[in-house]
């Protein structure tokens, strides 16, 4: 997770701060998956540098066939694969650009074996994004909501940043000079670790939840 230099590493990557705390996330959550995961919405996946690829097979979902997936996947339709065809799914920022994202992660479900885990990341202090589309942005309990209302009997959900890190991550696109960001990025996570728990719990304002489900 944080440390100075991991940081200066992701900022020479030209890495928003959402970016690299979801690659921080992924480093820590994700890195015992075994078998075959289904990659939704992979897009151009940069986070696979994060992933015990020696360990499993990654199949890449997505509807631009420019990126050469595995499979192109309009992940509005039903997905193209059995019922519990896969040890993992990742769902990384893609559910805002669902149509009906409850149906989406439902598919999500099916396509887990029986014990099988979904991670999911949802923005949520984010700017408009439309890749092509932008439609929502979730809480945290609208997204446990959708997780066990699809089967889920185990939900995680973990802030990623708190409002000092979403401020930054707003105003850090302006500043072309990296060491600035830096700076202000460093100084973000040390004004999110004073913020109370109890605020953190009753009112939090992150950049985006994590999510661990499993089936």
């Known amino acids: 997770m944080f440390h100075p230099l991991n940081l200066l590493k992701e900022l020479r990557r030209d ?47 997505d509807y631009a066939k420019s990126l050469n997936p595995d499979i192109v ?17 990742l769902f990384l920022n893609a559910l805002y650009i669902a149509k009906s994202p409850e149906r989406t992660v439902k598919e999500c479900g099916r396509v887990l074996k029986h014990g099988g885990v979904l991670y999911l990341s949802s923005p949520f202090i984010f700017n408009e994004s439309r890749e092509p589309h932008d439609y929502y942005r979730f809480t945290s309990e609208k997204l446990e909501e959708m997780l066990r209302g699809a089967g889920f009997y185990e939900v995680s959900l973990v ?33 999110d670790s004073l913020v109370p728990k109890k605020i953190k719990t009753l009112h939090p304002c992150p950049v985006g939840y994590f999510c661990i489900a499993r089936k």
Do not use: Q
């Open 15 to 61: 890495k928003s701060i959402a970016r690299i705390l979801l690659n921080w996330h992924i480093e820590k959550y994700c890195g015992n998956m075994k078998g075959v995961a289904l990659d939704v919405a992979s897009g151009d996946p940069s986070y696979y540098t994060y992933l015990p690829k020696e360990t499993f097979k990654i199949v890449r979902a």
């Open 73 to 89: 996947l309009d992940m509005d339709t039903l997905f193209p694969f059995e019922d519990g065809a896969f040890d993992n799914v």
């Open 159 to 191: 802030p990623m940043g708190e409002r000092f890190t979403a401020a930054s991550f707003l105003v850090g696109k302006f500043l072309f000079f990296w060491p600035l960001r830096f700076l202000l990025y460093s100084a973000a996570m040390f004004f």
